[in-house]
């Protein structure tokens, strides 16, 4: 973990929801800051989790320093600086048609568009691809040594991948084509009689549909025409910077047979895209002694556990209870176990285990045990 810390500029947790990504991704940064780094974690995960985990009330749409007061830097390493944030997707849009539209009546015209209100707030994919445009330009613009990315808690946990290939497709597609490059073409006389053409079709379609949408549209992409050649150039550089040597992709999954069964299918997909996978952190582990172990428990304990049908019959009824557990947590630490192992065994890749915690974890001491309780697997 620490190989990759040193040696990578961004580093992607992805994984399926409620496996932990979340404080994998803090916990990592935290750790990252303790060994000298200047590192921020972006997420994207609305249930604001990040900011619990860092003793923090909430976080903005730009990074925000962390103290790491509570939290020791080892020697002789220099100390490190934690920045964190969560994406704000419509602030994300917003920032971008601000930086990036020609002139104020064009973005006057975009932010008053009801398409673009929509589009910016609630569209399938709009968060995972200001993710990726957010990763873009902090990167570019920011000197953080590493960047930790909290991908998106969705159904399809790869979805940000999909992102800048949506955005090219509809840049080069026939709905464009239709709604804007005649726009871009024409003179000015071409212009007015194509507007006065395509408002008759558009007002005969709302007829029909009873909905205002076709115009909306139309505005919409119209006003963007200016914005569409930098859309596409980032889109085109998010995947080459998705895909350079100094971006690495750790996959979290917890040890049961569904989450693990998902690691091929992650792998799978990532490698079609050209990102390699640099490790899998298997969270939640249950750890403990091999029942044969118990045999070397003190007699007195041994035998408290295994009482006769003559003893008292309330600790009998103690003991049972407490031998009942202890194999019910033998029984869940063989699964994990075994479980890890096959996953081993099918992927070259290095494992980091990281033991269940018996509570919640939401401060940077807690962050920190996460990180120094993470133990490479073999």
Not at 18 to 30: D, M, S
Request: net charge negative; hydrophobic share 45%; proline share 4%.
């Amino acid at each position: 973990m620490e190989q990759l810390i040193d040696n990578k500029r961004i580093l992607i947790c992805c994984g399926s929801g409620g496996v932990g990504k979340t404080t994998a991704a803090a916990a990592i940064g935290v750790k990252a800051a303790q060994l000298g780094k200047n590192v921020l974690v972006i997420t994207i995960d609305p249930a604001k989790r990040l900011a619990n985990a860092l003793g923090l009330t909430a976080l903005g749409n730009e990074p925000q320093l962390v103290s790491l007061g509570e939290i020791a830097t080892p020697p002789p390493r220099a100390e490190g600086h934690l920045y964190a944030m969560m994406l704000d997707t419509k602030r994300t849009f917003d920032e971008l048609v601000e930086r990036y539209a020609p002139n104020e009546a064009i973005r006057v015209q975009i932010f008053n568009n009801s398409f673009y209100q929509h589009v910016s707030n609630s569209l399938a994919g709009s968060k995972e691809f200001m993710a990726m445009e957010q990763l873009h330009f902090i990167s570019t613009h920011h000197p953080f040594d590493l960047i930790i990315l909290d991908t998106p808690p969705t159904q399809h946990a790869l979805d940000f991948l999909e992102a800048p290939h949506r955005m090219i497709s509809l840049l080069e597609g026939s709905l464009l084509d239709w709604l804007v490059k005649p726009y871009l073409v024409m003179g000015r006389i071409g212009l007015g009689m194509f507007r006065r053409t395509s408002t008759k079709l558009l007002k005969f379609l709302e007829g029909m549909t009873g909905y205002e949408l076709l115009r909306d549209l139309s505005d919409f992409f119209l006003a963007f025409a200016g914005l569409f050649k930098g859309f596409k150039d980032r889109s085109q550089r998010i995947l080459t910077l998705l895909r350079s040597p100094l971006t690495s992709v750790v996959l979290v999954c917890t040890p049961d047979s569904g989450s693990l069964s998902e690691v091929g299918l992650f792998s799978s997909r990532l490698e079609e895209e050209g990102l390699k996978i640099d490790g899998l952190i298997v969270n939640r582990v249950h750890r403990g002694a091999a029942s044969h172990h118990l045999l070397a428990l003190p007699d007195h304990v041994a035998t408290q556990l295994k009482l006769g049908p003559d003893d008292n019959v309330d600790h009998r009824s103690l003991a049972d209870r407490v031998w009942r557990t202890y194999q019910d947590h033998l029984a869940l630490v063989e699964h994990d176990h075994q479980a890890i192992a096959w996953t081993a065994s099918r992927f070259s890749v290095p494992i980091w285990e990281v033991p269940h915690f018996q509570r919640d974890l939401h401060s940077l001491l807690d962050l920190a045990e996460f990180a120094n309780t993470v133990s490479r697997r073999g």
